[in-house]
C-alpha cells in the first residue's frame, strides 16, 4: 500500500531578484531602468556596489535575462540578502 496521493501545483517562476552580498550602502551601476527598453544582463554582469566601511562589493547578476527594476534605491543602507534587481530570466 502506498500513501496518500498529494495534490499540488507546479509553480515555475521566470522571475529572479539579486541581492546583496553584504550590508551596506548600495550605489546601482543603472541609472535608469525602463522594462519596455529590454536592458538585458547576463550572469557576471555588475547591478551595482554596496559601500561597507569604505570598501567596495560588486553586486553581480547570477543570471541572465532582462532588467526589470531596481528594488534599493542609490544610498540606501542594505542588509546581505536584501533584493537590489529583480527580472524576467531568459531561461524561461
Known sequence: MSGP???AERVHLDERLVVSPRAGVFF???TEVRPEEAAMVAVGDEIGVVVQNGEKHTVHCPFTGQLMGLMAAPGQRLRAGEPVAWLTT???
Open 5 to 7: 496521493h498529494v495534490h
Open 28 to 30: 546601482p551601476s543603472y
Open 90 to 92: 531568459a531561461d524561461g
